[in-house]
């Protein structure tokens, strides 16, 4: 994954799986949009496979 700190503070986080699909916890997800910018729905696991997921937040967590 890569995560970015954008000019307000806020994180973006772009995440996915090179490998076989898994999952992640979340923590500090504010707004989540999949490949094709469209709103997804993230609780405190995602799925992640090879397509990316961008996590947007404060501050945002991510672990196994």
Do not use: C, F
């Amino acid at each position: 994954g890569l995560r970015l700190r954008r000019p307000d503070g806020t994180q973006l986080a772009i995440v996915w799986s090179a490998g076989e699909p898994t999952t992640v916890g979340v923590k500090g997800v504010t707004q989540a949009w999949d490949l094709m910018g469209n709103p997804t729905h993230v609780g405190e696991r995602v799925a992640l496979g090879e397509n990316p997921i961008y996590l947007m937040g404060g501050r945002v967590s991510i672990r196994p």
